[in-house]
């Protein structure tokens, strides 16, 4: 009970102040040390500059902290739990948490930004809502709290994807949502995203553009990190209560675009102590030509709308990213996780399609568990790491892996 009753507070939490500011911070030009800001076609300003001048006052008003902690809590099923897996512990030697965003409603992390940003979205006075999605979860996510919402929901998904994808496209439609193909380019997930801009560019008034990832333009990459940011400020709370310390020794997530490891650092990126590891998919080998190894092959670029480290030609061409797991194939990673590896705060470091199909199914068979594939690079990182036995080790566990089946059944190997 009393657990329940600091979650539900009100309250707003020291590091969350809009005015608090660190080394690991965004500033007011929107930049995380050399990276971020906000470089957009000049039709786009109005909308993204409306959402600059607003989204802090809005996120900590009390009557949007009131509604998205009600929301959190029950529609969403938070907090989710902390959860000592024990058989993995002993099979790692050091005390392993699981932080199960896998309970979450829709299967991951990502309905944590949708229901903030459809909020806010009520609170600037919009009525439709457009989202860009590759494999389909960040539109299943925003397609789902539309419905919650009455509002309506435009998804724009590369056509390609859409055929790849399809049990998505469905649970789409289903919740009411229209799903449009990007039939340009590669027909992915940045064809998809052109769309979703160019549509936001002509109906700037009534629509607001719900992105799924600490990416684009400022403050999209602040707010997104300040909506997922409730997973590390359970994991204190929860850590506190089974330790006696709010202190892990390491705080382990998969990055793709990187919210759900920005949502698990949060509140430890000024705890020097904590060690902060990001995973990335090395595909087919970081040096095979088949990855999205991005801070391991990535150079500083400009994508969608930031500054940030990006996977690209000499000349600057975007390469087309490959990993098994369709929510980390993704060219780059947000500006905070760029600035993360270039100060040297958080560790990155590459897994393979291979290494995280092997450590998803080990957790299947040692915990009853049967996580995304995205959350079995996380897992498959541990082995890398050189744990002592007293290390205390927070693995954020972003999603489920019921979306997965089809790819672990044609991986085989269990
Ligand atoms: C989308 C997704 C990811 C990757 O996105 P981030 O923004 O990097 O968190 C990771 N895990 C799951 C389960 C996802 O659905």
Redesign the pocket.
Known sequence: MRRGQQMNQTHIPMSTVPTHSTPFAVNERGYYGQFGGSFIPEMLYPNVEELRQNYLEILYSPDFQEQYRQLLRDYVGRPTPLYLASRLSEALGAHIYLKR??LCHT????VNNTVGQILLAQRLNKKKIIAET??G??GVATATVCALMGLECIVYMGAHDMERQKPNVERMKILGAEVRPATSGSQTLKDATNEAMRHWINNPQDTHYII????GPHPYPDM?ARL?AIISEEIRLQLLEKTGSELPTHVV???????????AFYHYLDEPSVKLVAVEAAGKGVSSGQSAATTALGKPGVLHGSQTLLMQTDDGQVVEPYSI????D?PG??PLHAHLYASKRAQFIPVTDEAAMKAGIHLAKTEGII?????AHALAALSELKLQPQDVVVVNL???GD?DLETYIRWGGY
């Open positions: 965003e896998d299967g991951a992390h990502k590759g494999a979860q960040h799924g990832s600490v990416v997104v997922q997530a998969c990055v793709g675009g990187g919210s759900n490891a920005a949502g797991s369709a929510g980390l993704y990673i947000g996580p995304a594939i995205e959350s972003s999603g489920r979306k």
